[in-house]
């Protein structure tokens, strides 16, 4: 059996992908794990797909890509492309943790979103499609407005769902080293309001499961 764990995480230019892989491969490898990442596409369009994939374990660690079929952990910061990359690589035993607020694709343009020939799909229906496939371990909230609440906003959405991910006990870190890391990384205006929203991402997960 692998020792090696999956993670990915699927949302939009702009939405801090980078910021939470950058994060956890610090502290992980400050930890001692053998961590190798990558992001797709490398893209500069803000608001386009991107994915990013993490992966750590033992020495023979070489691809820096999860197999498909094969994330362990799903965090979605976008619920669209939560489902398209998780019906891709998210495995039967994979956990997801996805934010459940929509935000408009600029592909679809507002004629087309406003002609009834383009629905996107709730959040309910993402995580049937998910159990359809197998997959029981999903939690969905609104790490947007999480982030709102805590004074960040869109900003430090990011770290509400990186709280989430690190509240579900996947992640061989602690607190405190997660932290440091959002204060080595984050902008630097923006520290305290990411180190809430980070708290706050943690509690919330919490909250969920014991609801």
């Not at 801090?16 to 491969?25: E, H, K, M, Y």
């Not at 197998?134 to 982030?147: E, K, L, P, Q, R």
């Amino acid at each position: 059996m692998s020792d090696t764990f999956n993670m990915m995480i699927a949302g939009l230019t702009g939405q801090g992908d980078v910021l939470i892989t950058r994060v956890l491969a610090t502290a992980l490898l400050a930890d001692g794990k053998n961590v190798l990442t990558t992001d797709y596409p490398p893209s500069t369009q803000r608001l386009s797909g991107i994915h990013s994939h993490i992966r750590w374990g033992g020495d023979k660690l070489h691809a820096d890509v999860v197999p498909e079929g094969e994330a362990d952990l799903l965090v979605g910061l976008e619920p669209l492309e939560c489902l398209r990359i998780g019906m891709r690589y998210a495995a039967k035993t994979c956990t997801i943790v996805m934010n459940e607020r929509e935000v408009p694709r600029m592909i679809v343009t507002p004629e087309v979103r406003t002609s009834g020939k383009w629905k996107h799909p709730s959040g309910s229906d993402i995580i049937d499609y998910f159990r359809r496939m197998g997959i029981s371990n999903i939690y969905s909230f609104d790490a947007t407005g999480v982030a709102i609440n805590k004074g960040g906003g869109l900003i430090t959405m990011s770290t509400v769902m990186l709280g989430a991910a690190f509240a579900t006990g996947l992640i061989p870190l602690k607190k405190e080293a997660v932290e440091s890391c959002i204060i080595a990384f984050a902008p630097k205006k923006w520290t305290e309001a990411n180190l809430n929203s980070f708290r706050a991402g943690v509690d919330k997960f919490r909250e969920i499961v014991h609801a």
